[in-house]
């Protein structure tokens, strides 16, 4: 086998993978029209009363992206938000979660996830995740259910769909509300139905990295009519249809779309289905052809996950099955044959310094507040979750772009991570310079 890069070798491939965004003449093209057309902005609180647009175009785009990404992920209504962070707060208002409501969620997420319960005055309780497939764990979840807790939120990590057959059965025999963080979850499906159309509301981002965007913006779906009219007024300053323009009935803001950026959605939303079905196809090449490496396991998927959108291709390192080669080294010695990788979280979000040191609103509220009041140690989570604990030690992340590539890429990627495993050895005793 010839040498490690990192020592001195060839490389296994220079060229880059493709990058991300693709975009093209009909990117151009609808952008161009918005520009030329003046119509930059539109007032969208009545938008989904019409089940099509009249007349799409410059003017009516939000509109248009609102109902199309619905009906693409199978749910009544979509709400454009100014990203994934405002989609999961005007979920969580629209739903009636608010001061005094715990919402139990995994801690193996970005912080968005909590930042949002938070945002609302709401308190985040983690529960682990599942060692298969790092979504949140229903046994976890069902254990940390209190008089309080108002809704899961389940995280469909990587664009895999977490256990929605438990989360909604717990959802109807608890009575509480499922929101489902879908930011990763584009075009994914759990037993042939859209994420995002299985709970009460949904969150997805459309921000840079994600597999539909349009640089950074979001959505809420729902197919609760009530849940759709408050998240419309909520992203429109409190506004209602049909009543006067300064008249505001709830506490509301302004995170909606622009004309532009529904017009860049639009586009790329022609280009996902042909994207989804080439990442599938390329991750189930590598899931076969890198399970069969020491140390390397792609996570499974989940029989009834019909669709993965693979926003991540998710691996577990066994570092045990290479000699005990530290996870960062060999992640060091791939990305010198040219193959992108990365660890992913360093920890769980209950270890993040705005949850140790319960830097949140004034005074520690929403903690604090007399709605709630419970004292909270965020340090005594990790007991709770080993699993995500793990998973910070032992995933391996690569990015939906490099699922993008031709077959002789997938060989290539193939081929990294076989070379690096087989010189395992050698590269344990090899000290890594620290970075400059
Ligand atoms: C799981 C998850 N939830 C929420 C978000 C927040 O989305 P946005 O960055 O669009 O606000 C992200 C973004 O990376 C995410 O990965």
Redesign the pocket.
């Known amino acids: 086998m010839s040498q490690l890069a990192l020592l001195g070798g060839t490389p296994v491939r220079t060229q880059p993978f493709p990058k991300w965004p693709i975009s093209g003449e009909r990117e151009a093209e609808l952008v161009s029209e918005v520009a030329r057309s003046g119509n930059w902005w539109s007032a969208q609180v009545d938008a989904n009363d019409r089940p099509e647009v009249a007349s799409p175009g410059p003017g009516n785009r939000v509109a248009e992206i609102q109902i199309r990404f619905a009906r693409f992920q199978g749910a009544r209504f979509g709400v454009a938000c100014s990203?994934?962070?405002?989609a999961?707060e005007t979920a969580l208002r629209a739903c009636g979660v608010g001061p005094g409501d715990e919402v139990i969620l995994p801690p193996y997420?970005?912080i968005?996830?909590a930042s949002a319960v938070l945002t609302v005055n709401a308190i985040p309780i983690f529960a682990d995740v599942d060692p298969v497939t790092f979504n949140l764990s229903p046994d976890a979840t069902e254990a940390a259910i209190t008089p309080r807790t108002r809704a899961i939120l389940p995280?469909h990590?990587s664009g895999h769909a977490a256990d929605m057959d438990r989360f909604l059965a717990m959802g109807k025999s608890r009575g509480l509300k499922i929101i489902e963080?879908a930011?990763?979850g584009h075009g994914a499906k759990w037993k042939g139905q859209g994420l995002g159309s299985l709970g009460d509301a949904a969150?997805f981002?459309?921000?840079a990295?994600?597999n539909l965007t349009c640089g950074?913006?979001?959505m809420m779906l729902t197919s609760d009519e009530e849940v759709n009219r408050t998240a419309l007024s909520l992203v429109w300053y409190g506004r209602q249809k049909r009543t006067p323009w300064y008249q505001h009935h709830i506490l509301g803001g302004n995170s909606h779309l622009t004309e532009f950026q529904a017009s860049i959605l639009l586009a790329q939303l022609e280009r996902l289905p042909g994207q989804v079905e080439l990442r599938t196809r390329h991750a189930e090449v590598l899931r076969r052809e890198l399970g069969r490496i020491p140390g390397i396991h792609p996570l499974p998927v989940d029989p009834r996950v019909t669709v993965h959108s693979y926003h991540l291709f998710m691996i577990r390192y066994r570092a045990e099955e290479l000699g005990g080669l530290p996870r960062e080294k060999f992640l060091a010695a791939l990305a010198k044959e040219g193959i992108p990788a990365s660890a992913g979280y360093g920890h769980p979000l209950y270890k993040a310094p705005v949850f140790l040191n319960r830097e949140f609103y004034k005074g520690g509220c929403p903690l604090t507040c007399s709605a709630y009041g419970r004292a909270i140690d965020y340090a005594s989570f990790e007991a709770r979750c080993p699993e995500s604990e793990r998973a910070c030690r032992e995933a391996i992340w690569m990015t939906q772009n490099v699922l993008l590539g031709t077959d002789r890429d997938m060989e290539d990627v193939v081929a990294g991570f076989q070379k690096v495993a087989g010189h395992a050895e050698a590269l344990r005793s090899y000290d890594i310079p620290p970075a400059r």
């Open positions: 990203g994934g962070t405002s999961l997420t970005f968005s996830s995280v990590f963080d930011c990763h969150a981002s459309f921000q990295s994600k950074d913006g979001g």
